[in-house]
């Protein structure tokens, strides 16, 4: 079974430009998150979506970032403007939650790397 | 939320070397992961572990759920274990994993 794919694996834009992230979750996972390690620092939460519903988004940092996940299935997360301090490594994560269930693994992409010059 | 804490943050080995890496957390969770970040930035998933222990060839975890910490075991290290490692965390119905500040790790040939 295919695990998390993210595309693309790294990502050079120009201060200014638009880019957009793409994750496709494991088949079957109602659960997408974005996480992202920026400058070196701590793996932070951007967000998380329940099939096509976003359930916490607190973690954005501002509304330069989107991020939608049409139809449930793969995500994606656009950058417009792309500005300097958001280079760092997105990471993208899907789980299925079971009823019943207490612990669950989440699954994790490899990551997209992203470099704002 | 929870507070992660992992040591040591930097640690250099010898090729061959054992090692090990703690993380702590500020309250209980349900759900423990630990992660490679590789020199090119990906993460690789390497163990699920909310309680007891695990092995996968030279890598081992243990999760001591009730005293809310976890160790990971590297042994006969290789210059490709070099990146960093995370723990994170996450309750149950809890939206977000906690990541600690990951143990940078330098394996030398």
């Known amino acids: 079974e295919a695990g998390v794919t993210q595309f693309p694996s790294h990502s050079v834009i120009e201060k200014g430009q638009t880019v957009t992230l793409r994750c496709d979750p494991i088949?079957?996972?109602?659960?997408l998150y974005w996480y992202r390690r920026v400058m070196g620092k701590e793996i932070k939460f951007l967000l998380h979506?329940?099939?096509?519903?976003?359930?916490?988004e607190s973690g954005m940092p501002n509304n330069r970032f989107l991020a939608e996940r049409t139809g449930g299935t793969y995500s994606t997360l656009k950058v417009q403007p792309a500005e300097l301090e958001d280079s760092g490594v997105y990471f993208c994560a899907s789980s299925q939650e079971q009823v019943g269930r207490r612990n669950t693994e989440a699954f994790f992409g490899q990551g997209t790397r992203l470099t704002v010059v | 939320g929870i507070q992660v804490e992992q040591s040591p943050p930097d640690l250099i080995l010898q090729e061959g070397a054992n090692s090990t890496l703690r993380c702590n957390f500020s309250d209980s969770v349900n759900n423990l992961q630990w992660f490679h970040q590789n020199p090119w930035g990906q993460l690789i998933n390497l163990f699920y572990?909310?309680?007891g222990t695990k092995q996968n060839g030279r890598l081992s975890a243990t999760t001591v759920a009730t005293e809310r910490y976890s160790l990971l075991y590297i042994s006969s290290s290789q210059t490709t274990d070099s990146g960093v490692y995370f723990c994170a965390g996450k309750k149950y119905n809890f939206n977000k994993f906690y990541f600690g500040s990951g143990t940078k790790l330098n394996v030398k040939p």
């Open positions: 088949s079957g996972h109602d659960n």
């Open positions: 979506f329940v099939k096509e519903s976003k359930q916490d």
């Open positions: 572990i909310p309680s």
